[in-house]
């Protein structure tokens, strides 16, 4: 019995100096090697994991505290503290989703294949390098090109183009991120809420004449929807009819009387 | 002393004594383990003697010089029948395979004409592969070699060795060589 | 090398008013107007900026955007032409000053065909001219009035000690292409100061500077390989000369003045003649029986120039200036300006449209790419939108030669990608390529 | 508290392999065989609710600046525990793991849940997280293990008895040859990543 | 709709992925005929086999994954070839099959398809089924060249593929003809020819230092090991390694871009080849030796990014700073910027 | 015949006991780190030196402490505490001193101290009983071994970024592909050098 209480002191022994050794350098090291840090980056450090597993893709939880404050690191990116972490590191960095009503990209351009084209293309696929060669491919010059640039721009495949030649939005993919938004050279593409119901789905300021000539489906500023609205919240300005969603009560009238179809709802 | 003094004696103390804790309780575990390790060992070791030389009634170990702290290691058994007429040579040699140390367990009768047979007592080798050598398919080839067949077949041998793994097959095959040549030259 | 005048002077010319880079002209006449050949309907109103001439005589129909050879809609002055000849008074130049030459250079419209006013390239601001290079290399000969070969060789002598004169550089060269035989003749029998002329070729590291040297004269004719590219001027000043020019600059930082065969010949005529840059030589290819070179006038539409030949087949496709760099046109109503040199035309039936397939990293493109780059990593990167990376991989030094294009097997357009991240880079960055009016630049690139 | 969706997360979303792409060392080196891959996941999960339970109870009593290496020892001291019980009860299953026993020790899951889960919560969720993610970890190991096993050697023998035998051989060797484990595990994280981004699509 | 607008150039060369892969098969031909010639039925049934599920897997993943079918283009079919090629004749007939199908599906198509893969899907196929059984894909016998006639037909052939060295140089024709890039096939074929040379000449020197010989012509005789043959080419002149030269090396997404890269390639490709077969056999050493060099591909070609055009490299530059040192009288010609 | 030893240890631990590919050691920074070259190429060099660093501290520690006492069942605990320890020093000191070096290398030291790599060269040392030179040769080839598979798959990744790649393979996936085939090379290849 006494051999078994020498060897367990012993073990508590070695394990206790080696533990004590361990912890005192460590200390000493602290102390003696400082370096001043951001105190944010430090206040990161202490919410996150620290496993230092590398799982981000960052050099370990230190190196993505100093990117979150640096250089705009995502802060939902520590995978291990998921949504909790991702939250404090939020209440640090002072950033807040807020949680609004969903917005969606709209395609303002209903002409797709309704619109004529005015030559063949053939090369790269993108819109902004149709621009490039010609001032663009459709008849009008305000509509959309379908070359899909802003499906090219969304990082998360919640775009795409359907067969009738014009983008759609995937809405159980979409992140409402805006990148399809900046990336259209003719500015087709707004976010809508779901709850604003009517459109009017084009773009073009061209006269009515002009319009017919090229675009089935296109806004010729004929003002009858102006004139129908119950609510007033349609006006016709440089040819094309605009809607106010604060006054428009979705009721349908204008859609009706439409006789391009271009007012819609959805 | 100064605040964050205390602090750290407290943190020190907290990491010493979890530290003693954990040694604590490793201890526990280790000793009665230990001892199941040892008696594992033995258990192993006869089990594979026994299989080799079926014949042998008692195997009587044969120690080699004392070392330092006065142990003697064993290195070989005599395999003795009922009668005490020593029927072979058993032994165990550890070889470097291509993974690991492989411990080889092997048998010579007495007249160091035949290998009796071949046994694995542990190895770390590849799975699927150098692990083969467990396999009775590769051990049963040992059985009653004679010994200037020991050898793999590309080599002249009578032993084929385990496609894909070579070395680990070179490796019993040299440790039963090198042994049973110890043991011929300490018995002759 | 006869080249003949259209038969019948066009319904309608289409005159824009900005051929050039720079700033536009300030329209001089009105709707409704009576105009005769050479009157000058726009002018300039900077000095990056060359005036622009009628070339027919007729009434303005209309000031409006129309369809341009480079793919946009530019503001021109549409003509109504009726049958005549007339011309305003042209009075030729009688041993000019320096001074006199510019001013005559920018009165008489002369631009390159690469699109500089001439004389901004000549008498850039701030800058010292030291060499005068003709290339002759890429467009064709001019043609107009001369009797032989030899005739036009002189006259070009003329227009380059003309040019040398008007920026003030003691060296000129011609360099002409190294399988025109047509042309090296020529100048092998013209001679200069009294010393028969040798065409030069340049070998191996061989630059001009060796040929000065070697002929013992400041007029040398050098030939080389045709080099093709929407962005040659550097690549070409720094093969011909040696001297690099830095990103985002151009040759004139160095002291080199690239001028092109028609912008010599035109002031040529201007000096000789008086006759302001309303005529110009393009030539017709592909598909078209026709003279292969043309004399027009600038802005008549291409329909009056195609409508004059007979062609085999349905027109799918019209380029202009070259099957190589040039631009396809949606419209036959564009019309021929001062940067024309060629009308290609293209059957329905030899119209490509390649599907392009995936890269695979075949490295032919890099092999053909004359500066170094890497155009199978690029077009990706441009497709990616990785502008970024691009700028780190010197996208910007692409000659816009399209021989990657031409080569790739998988029929990937790389040239248009390369071309659309530089579009893209020179939108981000700003600053990266200094716009040309500005005065940033100077000093910002010398020589090496 | 739900105890049982908060078990099956453990399973689903924050699976360690799939979820939270953890300890991925032992996943592919000891999937050689399923009796491998359970002797693997039961040591883990020894150490993984022991560890848990240990450091949520005490989690009031850990300075956080040397919290790490307290983790640290607590999770060596089970490992080591493990090992030897392993070591002396066990010595087969101990040869085949090797290395991998010890290796726990640095196993990203055990100290990842450590911190994530067990430092901030109270003993009776650490234990249902801990079991949660051991599950999940053995269900994965054991798939993995039961691919490369029947492929590799054209049966499952485990604890002496052929669970499944494919009528076909010779057996395809390099599955449970190193390849084999890398083949393996990305062909079913591409499924995996396939069936998520068609749930994700549909609207999932 | 009147006309047509492309971005320039508006004419493109007659290359396409298809024609050279129509190339590639027919330069195989001969040597498919000869194998079919020597080997008999089974040789035509591998080369069936490996061709058709090659192309039947190419179709099924296309359509299952709802892609567009690209079967015509000839890539499946070349590799399915290839493997066949590389498949020894007693195989049995699901060799081929299956290699052809781990090579479209894995080599292939999990790697993204047509110029995403980074390895040789037929090598990727080869290791595969080699390390999984390696008994059926074991030759027979190892080639090397007996007597010259064994170059028209190789009696002791291997695989599918060794059958006739001779017939394989139908590859040279498509680098001739521009189908088959030249730098790596070049570099390849002279790092692995000069291998056992120079590992002669090395041995040879460190035997004359070891002796302590101190005569320099007695080290300058030992360059004239360069102009003899060793044994060890015997096995180097063997159809595999040719195969390898000409048509595995020089899978275009397999190698790096840049020119420099290719050089440096090649000359990888050689070395991993020959160390391989300066210990064990050609066979294994071509395949192992091109698929370690596929995985290194990527790292050379980063490594070897052109600089920017004009720059000087650092032999212009040092060439430069010489020639400014020597006196204008004494030069005869000098790169000069006037 | 010690050196041969050695560079037989060393060629052993570059190439046929590759820790990332053959023995599965230090999978998590293989996946994490592997995204651009020159991360991978500092994570490396990281390694390397807390490899060699570990191999030596351990070897201290095992043959002069645990032996002497008997306390070998402690190695585990004592192994792991003394690499977190040295792990952290290291970063205190080349924070402080070479600023240049910790923004190049130091940022991966953190990384390390759960690498399972590091804790598996210690391990395997033991449980080979190697001496001391051989037992640091040993960690300095692990090292080398992971640098070259390292920078392998960080620059066929690179390259990847290039190519279409579906996007269920894209990532992790695409990672595990390329490694085996890295591990096929591997496995198949340097075995035939005889050593």
């Known amino acids: 019995m006494n051999d078994t209480t020498t060897f367990l002191i012993e073990s508590m022994a070695i394990l206790g100096g080696l533990g004590l050794a361990v912890g005192l350098m460590l200390i000493f090291a602290s102390k003696k090697f400082k370096v001043e840090t951001n105190p944010l980056v430090e206040e990161i450090i202490s919410v996150l994991p620290g496993v230092n597993c590398g799982a981000c893709g960052y050099a370990g939880c230190s190196d993505f505290a100093e990117r979150v404050v640096n250089e705009n690191a995502p802060i939902t990116g520590c995978p291990v503290g998921g949504f909790d972490v991702a939250k404090e590191i939020g209440g640090i960095m002072g950033q807040e989703v807020a949680e609004g009503e969903k917005q969606y990209p709209f395609i303002k351009c209903h002409g797709g294949l309704n619109c004529v084209d005015r030559f063949e293309y053939v090369g790269f696929e993108d819109c902004k390098a149709v621009m490039m060669l010609s001032d663009g491919e459709k008849g009008c010059s305000y509509g959309c090109m379908g070359r899909g640039t802003c499906v090219r721009a969304c990082p998360f495949d919640a775009l795409y183009i359907g067969d009738d030649r014009l983008p759609h939005v995937n809405k159980n993919l979409c992140t409402s991120c805006g990148l399809c938004i900046s990336s259209c050279p ?81 | 002393m100064s605040e964050s003094n205390k602090d750290t004696v407290v943190v020190i103390g907290k990491l010493v004594l979890i530290s003693v804790v954990a040694a604590l309780l490793l201890a526990i575990t280790y000793i009665p383990t230990q001892q199941q390790l040892e008696l594992n060992v033995i258990a192993a070791q006869k089990a594979i003697l026994a299989e080799l030389v079926p014949g042998a009634d008692n195997f009587d170990p044969v120690e080699g010089p004392a070392n330092a702290e006065g142990e003697r290691e064993v290195l070989y058994y005599r395999a003795v029948d009922e009668s005490g007429n020593i029927v072979a040579y058993a032994f165990f040699q550890r070889q470097q395979g291509s993974q690991s140390m492989i411990v080889v367990a092997g048998a010579v009768d007495s007249s160091f004409s035949n290998v009796l047979g071949m046994d694995v007592l542990s190895h770390e080798e590849t799975p699927g592969l150098g692990a083969k050598i467990t396999t009775p398919a590769f051990q049963n080839q040992f059985r009653g070699v004679p010994l200037q067949q020991l050898a793999l077949s590309r080599s002249g041998g009578s032993i084929d060795a385990i496609t894909g793994a070579t070395i680990s097959s070179q490796a019993v095959v040299n440790a039963l060589n090198t042994k049973i040549n110890q043991v011929k030259a300490a018995e002759a | 090398m006869e080249s003949k005048r259209l038969k019948t002077i066009p319904e309608k010319v289409i005159i824009p008013l900005k051929q050039h880079n720079g700033v536009a002209c300030k329209p001089l006449v009105n709707k409704g107007d009576q105009v005769l050949i050479g009157q000058k309907i726009g002018e300039s109103v900077s000095y990056y900026s060359s005036d622009v001439h009628s070339s027919v005589c007729g009434e303005v129909l209309a000031i409006e955007n129309a369809p341009n050879p480079d793919g946009n809609k530019v503001l021109s002055v549409i003509i109504k032409a009726v049958d005549s000849e007339e011309t305003v008074a042209f009075v030729p130049a009688n041993n000019p000053s320096q001074k006199d030459l510019i001013a005559i250079i920018q009165g008489a419209g002369i631009v390159e065909h690469y699109g500089a006013p001439t004389h901004t390239v000549l008498k850039p601001e701030g800058k010292k001219i030291d060499l005068v290079l003709i290339n002759a290399t890429a467009s064709e000969w001019i043609g107009g009035k001369y009797a032989t070969p030899t005739e036009y060789a002189s006259q070009m002598m003329d227009a380059l000690k003309l040019l040398m004169k008007a920026s003030g550089a003691l060296k000129g060269a011609i360099i002409v292409r190294k399988d025109d035989n047509d042309s090296i003749e020529a100048f092998e029998g013209v001679k200069v100061d009294g010393k028969a002329l040798r065409v030069a070729p340049l070998l191996g590291t061989r630059r001009l500077g060796h040929y000065f040297k070697d002929q013992g004269s400041n007029i040398v004719v050098a030939s080389q390989e045709r080099i093709l590219g929407r962005n040659i001027l550097n690549f070409f000043t720094y093969n011909v000369t040696g001297r690099k020019v830095a990103l985002g600059c151009n040759p004139t930082d160095v002291g080199v003045a690239v001028c092109g065969v028609k912008s010599a010949k035109a002031l040529y005529d201007a000096v000789h003649e008086g006759k302001p840059y309303y005529e110009t030589v393009i030539s017709m290819e592909g598909a078209v029986n026709c003279p292969e070179l043309i004399f027009v006038r600038i802005g008549t539409p291409f329909k009056d120039i195609i409508s004059e030949c007979t062609f085999n087949g349905e027109i799918g496709k019209i380029i202009a200036n070259g099957v190589i760099t040039g631009i396809a046109q949606y419209t036959d109503e564009v019309p021929v300006t001062k940067g024309t040199t060629r009308i290609t035309l293209l059957t329905k039936e030899q119209v490509l449209r390649d599907e392009s397939l995936d890269c695979i990293h075949c490295a032919r493109c890099v092999d053909a790419c004359p500066v170094s780059l890497l155009p199978t990593r ?60 500005s005065n940033l630049k100077l000093g910002c690139c010398g020589g090496e | ?95 085949a793991l090797g290395v991998f026993i010890p290796l726990i020790v640095v196993n990203c899951i055990i100290i990842g849940r450590a911190e994530a889960y067990a430092n901030k919560n109270s003993i009776f969720p650490s234990f249902i997280d801990a079991l949660g993610i051991s599950t999940g970890f053995l269900l994965v190991l054991m798939v993995i293990g039961g691919i490369r096993e029947i492929l590799g050697t054209g049966q499952i023998v485990s604890f002496g008895y052929t669970l499944l035998s494919l009528p076909v051989n010779p057996a395809v060797t390099t599955m449970i040859l190193p390849p084999g484990a890398f083949l393996t595990i990305g062909i079913l994280m591409a499924v995996v990543n396939y069936q998520r981004a068609k749930k994700r699509a549909k609207g999932g | 709709m009147d006309y047509t607008i492309s971005a320039p150039p508006h004419i493109k060369s007659k290359f396409s992925f298809s024609s050279i892969n129509r190339a590639k098969i027919l330069a195989l031909i001969p040597v498919s005929l000869a194998s079919v010639y020597f080997f008999g039925m089974p040789a035509l049934g591998i080369i069936l086999a490996a061709s058709l599920a090659a192309v039947a897997t190419e179709y099924s993943i296309q359509r299952i994954f709802k892609k567009k079918v690209t079967i015509m283009d000839g890539h499946a079919a070349l590799i399915g070839l290839m493997f066949a090629l590389l498949t020894p004749p007693e195989a049995p007939i699901w060799i081929p099959i299956f290699g052809a199908f781990f090579a479209i599906a894995i080599g292939k198509h999990a790697f993204g398809g047509i110029g995403s893969y980074i390895f040789n899907p037929v090598l990727v196929a080869w290791v595969f089924v080699r390390s999984a059984w390696g008994d059926f894909m074991t030759p027979a016998s190892i080639p090397s060249l007996g007597q010259l006639s064994d170059l028209v037909l190789e009696n002791g052939a291997g695989l599918l593929v060794d059958v006739s060295p001779i017939l394989l140089l139908s590859g040279v024709y498509l680098v001739y003809k521009k189908y088959i890039e030249w730098r790596v096939p070049l570099v390849f074929a002279l790092t692995v020819f000069f291998f056992n040379q120079t590992v002669a000449f090395l041995s040879a020197v460190i035997g004359l230092i070891q002796e302590g010989v101190l005569n320099p012509l007695m080290y300058l005789s030992t360059m004239f090991i360069f102009l003899e043959v060793t044994d060890e080419l015997s096995y180097v002149m063997v159809g595999i390694v040719f195969f390898g030269i000409l048509f595995l090396a020089t899978d275009t997404p397999t190698t790096p871009v840049t020119k ?25 050493g ?53 | 015949m010690v050196e041969k030893a050695l560079f037989a240890i060393f060629l052993e631990g570059v190439f046929i006991k590759n820790f990332l590919i053959i023995q599965f050691l230090g999978l998590c920074s293989f996946v994490g780190v592997t995204k651009d070259v020159k991360s991978a190429a500092g994570m490396s060099g990281a390694v390397i030196f807390v490899m060699a660093m570990a191999s030596t501290a351990s070897y201290l520690l095992y043959t002069y402490i645990l032996v002497p006492t008997e306390m070998t069942f ?109 591990s096929l090379a591997f496995v198949n290849y340097f075995w035939v050098i005889p050593i």
């Open chain 1, 186 to 266: 003719n500015d087709i593409l707004v976010f809508a809420k779901e709850s604003e119901r009517v459109h009017v789905r084009c773009v073009s300021h061209d006269k009515g004449k002009a319009v017919k000539e090229v675009c089935a489906v296109g806004c010729i500023g004929c003002k009858i929807c102006e004139k129908n609205c119950p609510e007033q919240a349609i006006t016709v300005t440089d040819f094309l009819a605009v809607i106010d969603q604060d006054k428009c009560t979705a009721c349908g009238i204008c859609v009706e009387k439409c006789p391009q179809n271009t007012i819609e709802t959805r």
């Open chain 3, 378 to 437: 690029l077009h990706v990167l441009a497709e990616q939108g990785r502008f970024d990376e691009c700028r780190q991989m010197h996208i910007q030094f692409c000659i816009e030669c399209g021989r990657c294009s031409f080569a790739c097997p998988s029929k990937i357009h790389i040239l248009q990608l390369i071309r659309y991240a530089k579009n893209a880079i020179e939108q981000a960055y700003e600053d990266a390529t200094p716009k040309e009016s």
């Open chain 4, 1 to 95: 508290m739900n105890v049982f969706s908060e078990f099956m997360r453990g399973i689903t979303r924050d699976n360690p392999i799939f979820g939270l792409v953890l300890g991925l060392c032992p996943t592919l080196a000891v999937t050689t065989s399923v009796e491998n891959a359970i002797g693997m996941s039961a040591g883990t999960a020894f150490v993984l609710v022991c560890s848990n339970i240990f450091i949520s109870a005490m989690r009031k009593q850990i300075p956080s600046a040397v919290r790490l290496p307290i983790f640290i020892i607590i999770i060596a001291t089970f490992v080591s525990i493990v090992r030897m019980i392993m070591e002396a009860y066990v010595p087969s299953m101990y040869t």
């Open chain 5, 260 to 284: 420099n890269g290719r050089l440096i390639y090649g000359f990888a490709c050689g070395l991993l080849v020959s160390i391989y077969g300066y210990f064990g056999n050609y066979v294994d």
């Open chain 5, 286 to 338: 071509t395949i192992y030796g091109i698929f370690l060099a596929n995985a290194i591909a990527a790292y050379i070609e980063t490594k070897t990014l052109p600089a920017m055009f004009g720059h000087e490299s650092l032999l212009e530059r040092s060439y430069k700073r010489i020639m400014k040192r020597i006196p204008p009288s004494l030069k005869y010609e000098v790169i000069s910027d006037e």
């Open chain 6, 74 to 182: 402690l190695d585990l605990i004592s192994f792991i505490v003394v690499i977190a320890a040295l792990v952290q020093l290291v970063e205190f000191v080349v924070r402080k001193n070479i600023p240049s070096l910790y923004r190049s290398l130091g940022i991966y030291l953190p990384l390390i101290t759960t690498n399972c790599a590091v804790l598996g060269v210690v391990l395997l040392n033991v449980q080979s009983q190697y001496n001391f030179m051989q037992s640091v040769v040993f960690g300095i080839s692990a090292g080398v071994g992971y640098t070259i598979v390292m920078l392998m798959m960080a620059s066929i990744r690179e390259r990847s970024t290039f190519v279409s790649i579906p996007s269920s393979i894209r990532g992790l996936p695409q990672a595990f592909l390329i490694a085996t085939m890295l």
